[in-house]
């Protein structure tokens, strides 16, 4: 794209264009970054520079960037039918048969799916299908809904209540009565010198604690769920301590407190399983999920929901809650195109035994430089905290870094004073590599 065609493409978008998660006043004065193309783990923007996707978009684009299987069965899909709601006793054909793969890939026992748009959606249906529940079985009592510190559950009303980011409830006077915050197991940000100092397994042990003194102190017939990402994404790449999250679980059982994972980051791959759920044992009561079921490729999402859960809901009759575009074919076509791949090619093994040990290993690698505070990570996704004593950088280190990162041809997101890296499964080893070059010049200048 020329010169003169960018500048007024970049001006119509500032003129008119809100940009999620986005410093506008910011981005005019620097011009919008236009992105025109991707293949495998690149894409190129309108300049023609071509860049390395650390971050997989976002979270999400786990298959890399130009898959003709997906526009291929998109294509078909839409040319057969484009659309038809699942609303009214109705639906189609891709969307039973997704429901179906999905119910088969889940953990045991959660074999009904409920179709969403995204993320966000997907948490605000897990909200209302865990209402719903509750009054089905008499416990109409049971509204609040317990999540986490550094958590990221969405944008909706809702969601956003969940969320454990001031960046995201401060301006919209959030949380929502009833939205209550436990500790998470992250030790790092921790003010109280003592807690940091503990194992991180004792660490997790205090959090679960501080999670069952709330619980008692609201009443434990007033709390109706607790949502966990398995690892916190937006939030940080919080990883969990051994054992924390199947303790968190339990004691939800031991409460009647149904236990909703929210995976949609974790699940499809990312850590080197088809769900993190499956791999920790965690026997969930919901599974949400989107990003890495289509790989980006068309905006769906979905809740897995335990069988019992599912079934209280069918006798409970209507179930007045749904989108126009729950199950809409041609997205369901994607998402099977895509998990089609994912199985074909092995991706979850792959970042289980080969990509992702190595990607971890380079990871690692970097816990003694001088630059950084602490090393998380697990599977294909990783974050690093930033040091910079001297005062080098005004304002949070993060988007310095990542801004710093993309001006060397690679993409990774800034969070506060962390970097997060998560690329799509298909990543290769020399291609890790070109990734943590870029950052291991970027940490250098830091230092």
Request: proline share 6%.
């Amino acid at each position: 794209m020329d010169s003169a065609a960018l500048q007024a493409l970049q001006r119509d978008d500032a003129d008119h264009h809100l940009h999620p998660f986005t410093p506008h006043r910011q981005m005019r004065a620097s011009g919008t970054h236009v992105i025109t193309g991707g293949d495998g783990v690149y894409l190129e923007d309108a300049t023609g520079r071509r860049m390395l996707d650390g971050i997989a978009g976002l979270w999400c684009v786990n298959v890399g960037y130009g898959r003709s299987e997906i526009v291929d069965a998109v294509e078909q899909q839409m040319r057969q039918l484009a659309y038809y709601c699942s609303f009214f006793n109705s639906t189609t054909e891709p969307a039973i048969r997704l429901a179906t793969k999905l119910a088969r890939l889940a953990p045991p026992g959660l074999g009904h799916v409920f179709f969403t748009g995204s993320g966000s959606e997907s948490n605000e249906t897990a909200l209302k299908l865990v209402r719903g529940y509750h009054i089905a079985r008499g416990q109409p009592r049971r509204t609040k809904v317990i999540a986490r510190r550094y958590a990221y559950h969405g944008v909706g009303l809702g969601s956003t209540s969940l969320t454990g980011l001031d960046t995201c409830l401060t301006p919209f006077g959030l949380p929502l009565p009833g939205f209550l915050h436990a500790p998470a197991p992250h030790r790092y940000e921790d003010p109280d010198p003592k807690r940091r100092a503990m194992s991180p397994e004792d660490y997790g042990a205090w959090c679960v604690d501080e999670t069952r003194k709330l619980i008692e102190a609201e009443g434990p017939d007033t709390v109706a769920a607790v949502f966990a990402e398995p690892v916190q994404g937006a939030g940080g790449v919080i990883v969990p301590p051994a054992g924390y999250l199947t303790a968190l679980r339990e004691l939800c059982r031991e409460h009647g407190i149904l236990f909703v994972a929210d995976e949609v980051i974790t699940a499809f791959g990312r850590l080197g399983g088809w769900f993190a759920s499956s791999m920790w044992s965690l026997e969930p009561d919901l599974i949400s999920t989107a990003k890495g079921l289509s790989s980006g490729y068309l905006p769906i999402g979905a809740v897995m929901v335990r069988d019992e859960v599912a079934e209280t809901l069918h006798d409970a009759g209507y179930l007045a809650h749904g989108f126009t575009y729950s199950g809409h074919p041609a997205t369901c076509a994607a998402a099977l195109a895509n998990l089609g791949i994912i199985e074909r090619e092995n991706l979850v093994g792959y970042v289980a035994d080969d990509i992702g040990p190595y990607f971890q290993a380079k990871l690692q690698a970097f816990a003694g430089h001088p630059a950084v505070g602490e090393v998380r990570g697990l599977g294909l996704i990783g974050a690093l905290e930033l040091l910079d004593n001297r005062g080098k950088v005004e304002g949070p280190l993060g988007p310095w870094f990542a801004e710093r990162t993309r001006e060397k041809g690679v993409i990774v997101r800034g969070i506060r004073n962390l970097i997060a890296v998560s690329p799509p499964l298909v990543i290769t080893k020399p291609e890790v590599d070109e990734l943590f070059a870029a950052v291991s010049a970027t940490l250098d200048e830091l230092a």
